[in-house]
């Protein structure tokens, strides 16, 4: 990819000035619109709160903001840490931790590090299209087997397929999950909900690719839509595709509207549906979450779905590390390897 870079120097409108450890922002005629804010991070695990429901306990975010643009994403709130909103410019304002490797790779040699699970894909997607021109995956994923760390990876970016052989290699020294999140497959209704995401086929052939390469794939189907993507046909469709691609399991869940993804979900909704704009005000009229009734009657229907397509005779099953090198990491230090981590548990956040 052609990446013609610049350093702001001046004032310039679309440059976050100052940022901690900015090395410099850059444009790209590839990426018309967006500046990238190149800086040099102090850590790159990121410990998950206590409190929080998550089925591990730290994470690792490539960038901050995210170039998929989803109307729902409700990490989007995490750009106003940064001083900047959470509608165009976490589409638009992306800082990009180029040191991240490093940093991991000393974070991970540190005595105290007990090999945790480390989830990627929690806050932006590691796998977006300017990952093509950064390449901090490979090492991400090199450094965290090395160490005997398993790993998680949820995406929606084809760019995944790059890094198949190190997956594969990596999954024989630790435990590693992989999934593809795609939640419909009616590519006109996606580009208006996600426009800067890859089109369901290209999604579905990933799942394939991974499937192929002799790992399994689960799909996180999230967020469905209250009467957007929640009929019986849209469910059908989406389930019938993901069997046929090799999907090892399917986890569904409704939209999630926290503060900061609201305010945007229901102006673009105000736009293209303005007639649901009632009903959405109504359903998530007791806070974030759909309420307990929708949410049953989602997983029944969804249930039907994953019964016809044989999702029920496919039991979500853990990653396990071969006999021939299961012991090359476990044994290192004395340690007990870590326990595996569905990755259907992870939360889909974009």
């Known amino acids: 990819m052609r990446w013609e870079a610049r350093q702001l120097n001046g004032p310039d409108d679309s440059a976050l000035l100052p940022l901690a450890g900015l090395v410099r922002s850059v444009h790209t005629p590839e990426f018309a619109g967006v500046t990238f804010h190149e800086v040099l991070c102090r850590s790159a695990l990121n410990r998950v709160p206590a409190a929080s429901s998550m089925p591990f306990a730290w994470t690792i975010n490539t960038t901050r903001g995210c170039l998929h643009r989803c109307t729902y994403c409700f990490a989007r709130r995490t750009h106003e840490y940064l001083d900047l909103d959470s509608g165009q410019d976490f589409d638009t304002q992306i800082v990009v931790k180029t040191n991240v490797v490093e940093v991991l790779r000393k974070e991970l040699a540190r005595p105290s590090w007990q090999r945790e699970h480390v989830a990627l894909g929690t806050n932006s997607d590691p796998y977006m299209r300017a990952e093509g021109r950064y390449r901090l995956m490979p090492g991400i994923i090199e450094a965290l087997a090395e160490s005997g760390t398993p790993f998680s990876v949820l995406t929606k970016g084809p760019l995944l397929k790059r890094d198949l052989p190190l997956l594969v290699q990596a999954a024989r020294d630790v435990d590693v999950s992989v999934a593809v999140s795609l939640a419909l497959v009616d590519p006109d209704l996606q580009q208006r909900l996600e426009p800067g995401t890859p089109a369901p086929r290209a999604r579905l052939d990933l799942v394939r690719a991974i499937s192929d390469a002799g790992l399994e794939c689960s799909v996180l189907a999230m967020p469905i839509l209250p009467w957007l993507t929640d009929s019986e046909e ?12 090799g ?3 399917v986890t569904t869940g409704p939209l999630h509207l926290r503060p900061g993804a609201r305010e945007w979900f229901l102006a673009w909704l105000a736009r293209e549906y303005p007639a649901l704009v009632p009903r959405y005000r109504r359903l998530y009229a007791g806070g974030s979450y759909a309420p307990a009734e929708y949410r049953t009657w989602l997983g029944e229907r969804a249930g039907r779905a994953r019964r016809r397509h044989g999702f029920d005779h496919r039991p979500p099953r ?14 290192r230090e004395g340690h007990e390897p870590p326990p595996a981590v569905d990755v259907t548990a992870q939360l889909a956040l974009f």
């Open 318 to 331: 853990r990653w396990a590390r071969s006999p021939a090198r299961s012991s090359g990491s476990a044994g």
């Open 234 to 245: 849209q469910l059908d469709a989406l389930f019938g595709a993901l069997a046929e691609a």
């Open 247 to 249: 999907a090892s399991d």
